[in-house]
Structure formats: C-alpha cells, structure tokens
C-alpha cells in the first residue's frame, strides 16, 4: 500500500497571503495525484487531479505541481473560505490512498 | 445536475449487519464507476470499496469479506452491504463518483450517512 504523508500537519497563514502544502509519497505514483478541500461537516471537494490540472469550477489560485513522489498545492492568496482541511489522494495504485490531511487555519 | 444521496446508516451493535443505499440521480449508476469513501470521527479518509463500470468490485483490505458493494440498475442505486461489524467501522459513508475528471478521482459526492457500531 502506498502511503502518503503531508506536510505540515496544521498551516497557519493570514488571508490574502500565500500558502503552500506538501505531499510525499512512499513510491511513484507519476502523476496520478489529486487533492481535495474538505471543511466542516461537508464532503470532500475534488480541486486537483493529474497532479496539476484544476477540477471544474476550481479558481485559478489553485495549483498543483509535482510528479513521481513529491507534490505540492499552492493557493496563491488565500481567501476566507480557503480555510479548511486539504488531503491528498493517489490513484497509481490500489488500494487508492489518502494524506492524513493538512489543517489550513487562519493565523 | 449530478446528485448521490446516501441513507441507511445507523446505530448496529458488534457483529451485526447493516445495507447503507446511495441514490443517483442525473447519470446512470450503471454505466459508471462508483465508490464508497469512509471517515471515522475526526480522522482522515478511507476508500473502501469501487465498483466499475463492468461490474468488477475491489476493495479495502480492512473491510474484504466483510462488505459487498452492488448496484441496482432500474432503482439507480448503489448499495454497501456490511456485515461482521466492529467499533473500528465507525465512519460517515460517503458515495463518490466522478462525472468530469478522470477516473479514479471523485469529483461528485453524497452528503454522507454515518454509522455507528456500538453496544
């Protein structure tokens, strides 16, 4: 099973600032990589996949770069509603894996 | 528009059984690949099982022989059968599919139903 471990486990980043998480994996998953935004008592929402290419309707302050074992997501000026709780998720291989998810709160 | 609604989950005591449903509505269960994600109590989530398209079904080795993923062509349903419950199964269960990513992201989910394994 493929693990993934992201980094830093809690962000803390004034709106409007930049914030950058990070994804590592236990082996090569290429670039089949994705993330999702998940906040309070709501369901994950897709924001990445392919490691860099936007979901629909996603704004272009997301980004996603990386490929092999090491990815990040920018979002490059953080608004309100950016604040929430990001995972990972590899499709290389099953089973299809997880992060343990990054906590973005505001400082 | 593209919508799951989940229902079934519940209160079931250690070892029992328990059918969650996730129903479809503006695509077609049948000609597409679908999915149930878990996430237990303040943690992080859990794929747990997928059926494809051509019905072939994987699944999580935490739940193999214990739960059956199936669908139900006229009802545009797809069921989680579980059984042989314990604790560590508590969750809300999500079902997820994706509509205009690629597969195997999940771009279109349910609002969850949770259940509960306790005495």
């Known amino acids: 099973e493929i693990v993934l471990t992201q980094s830093p486990a809690t962000l803390s980043v004034s709106p409007g600032e930049r914030a950058t998480l990070s994804c590592g994996a236990s082996q090569s998953v290429s670039s089949n990589l994705a993330w999702y935004q998940q906040k309070p008592g709501q369901a994950p929402r897709l924001l990445i996949y392919g490691a860099s290419t936007r979901g629909t309707g996603i704004p272009a302050r997301f980004s996603g770069s990386g490929s092999g074992t090491e990815f990040t997501l920018t979002i490059s000026s953080l608004q309100s509603e950016d604040f929430a709780v990001y995972y990972c998720?590899?499709?290389?291989?099953?089973?299809?894996?997880f992060g343990q998810g990054t906590k973005l709160e505001i400082k | 528009e593209v919508q799951l609604v989940e229902s079934g989950g519940g209160l079931v005591q250690p070892g029992g059984s328990l059918r969650i449903s996730c129903a479809a509505s503006g695509f077609t269960v049948y000609n597409n690949y679908m999915s149930w994600v878990r996430q237990a109590p303040g943690k992080g989530l859990e794929w747990v099982s997928i059926?494809?398209?051509?019905?072939?079904?994987s699944y999580a080795d935490s739940v193999k022989g214990r739960f059956t993923i199936s669908r139900h062509k006229s009802e545009n349903t797809m069921y989680l059968q579980m059984n042989s419950l314990r604790p560590e199964d508590t969750a809300v269960y999500y079902c997820?599919?994706?509509?205009?990513?690629?597969?195997?992201?999940?771009?279109?989910w349910g609002q969850g139903t949770l259940v509960t394994v306790s005495s």
């Open positions: 059926i494809y398209s051509g019905g072939d079904t």
């Open positions: 997820a599919t994706r509509v205009t990513s690629v597969w195997p992201t999940l771009d279109c």
């Open positions: 998720q590899q499709y290389n291989n099953w089973p299809y894996t």
